[in-house]
């Protein structure tokens, strides 16, 4: 009774995965013409400095978000336009590496920029920092849409990560270009295979992902 009351709640626990050989694909190499600004990896989030796990600024996938977000890109590309990933995915220990932040005592030079109107410390509480991401699950992505005339990103009424209602898809504290703008990368995102999430204009996780309960953690390196 024990070792099946053990199976089954080892059933229900998410996997996390620490191995070296997990099924992550670099996907500029499939589309090599996508742009990245993978902002973890660098001092431009909301830490403030480079996050957990990101060793390298790169762009991993699991193969089937990788090829979905292929076609993405062509569609985007028909419209004279790019996507720029912010970020795909996103080690486990990076995940806990916000958790930590949360409850620390370390500087936020980037609270005017990331959540100006909250205290850190209700960050997890709010919804807004969670133990665990989809991220983590190799199929979820954070992006917007890039002029390839201009090259500078469409106007989308905030910027990436700001914690603030105002950064729902269909926020009424937006104007109409921006709404407009988000519709579109929406538009973009949906007709590839990927589902948005509402309250970030900005993420969405390919719908039929393939390892929906798995959570890697293998350090994003060269």
């Given at each position: 009774?024990?070792?099946l009351?053990?199976?089954?709640?080892?059933?229900?626990?998410?996997?996390?995965?620490?191995?070296?050989?997990?099924?992550?694909?670099?996907?500029?190499?499939?589309?090599?013409?996508?742009?990245?600004?993978?902002?973890?990896?660098?001092?431009?989030?909301?830490?403030?400095?480079?996050?957990?796990?990101?060793?390298?600024?790169?762009?991993?996938?699991?193969e089937?978000?990788?090829?979905?977000?292929?076609?993405?890109?062509?569609?985007?590309?028909?419209?004279?336009?790019?996507?720029?990933?912010?970020?795909?995915?996103?080690?486990?220990?990076?995940?806990?590496?916000?958790?930590?932040?949360?409850?620390?005592?370390?500087?936020?030079?980037?609270?005017?920029?990331?959540?100006?109107?909250?205290?850190?410390?209700?960050?997890?509480?709010?919804?807004?920092?969670?133990?665990?991401?989809?991220?983590?699950?190799?199929?979820?992505?954070?992006?917007?849409?890039?002029?390839?005339?201009?090259?500078?990103?469409?106007?989308?009424?905030?910027?990436w990560?700001?914690?603030?209602?105002?950064?729902?898809?269909?926020?009424?504290?937006?104007?109409?270009?921006?709404r407009?703008?988000?519709?579109?990368?929406?538009?973009?995102?949906?007709?590839?295979?990927?589902?948005?999430?509402?309250?970030?204009?900005?993420?969405?996780?390919?719908?039929?992902?393939?390892?929906?309960?798995?959570?890697?953690?293998?350090?994003?390196?060269?």
């Amino acid at each position: 009774m024990y070792q099946l009351l053990i199976v089954l709640l080892l059933s229900l626990t998410p996997l996390i995965v620490h191995a070296d050989s997990d099924p992550l694909v670099n996907a500029q190499a499939r589309t090599p013409s996508l742009l990245t600004d993978i902002r973890y990896a660098g001092h431009d989030n909301f830490i403030g400095r480079t996050v957990a796990g990101y060793e390298a600024p790169l762009c991993l996938l699991s193969e089937a978000a990788s090829m979905a977000l292929d076609h993405a890109q062509e569609l985007a590309q028909k419209r004279g336009l790019s996507l720029l990933m912010y970020d795909c995915y996103r080690p486990q220990r990076a995940v806990d590496d916000f958790v930590a932040w949360v409850s620390s005592v370390a500087p936020e030079p980037t609270k005017a920029s990331y959540y100006p109107s909250l205290d850190r410390s209700s960050l997890i509480d709010l919804g807004y920092i969670a133990s665990k991401s989809g991220h983590s699950r190799g199929s979820t992505v954070d992006l917007t849409l890039v002029s390839t005339t201009t090259g500078e990103p469409l106007y989308m009424g905030t910027s990436w990560d700001f914690f603030d209602p105002m950064s729902h898809t269909e926020s009424d504290a937006i104007d109409l270009a921006a709404r407009n703008n988000r519709l579109l990368l929406r538009e973009i995102m949906t007709a590839s295979g990927f589902r948005p999430y509402y309250a970030e204009w900005w993420h969405f996780t390919l719908v039929d992902e393939p390892y929906p309960e798995t959570y890697f953690n293998v350090v994003i390196d060269e």
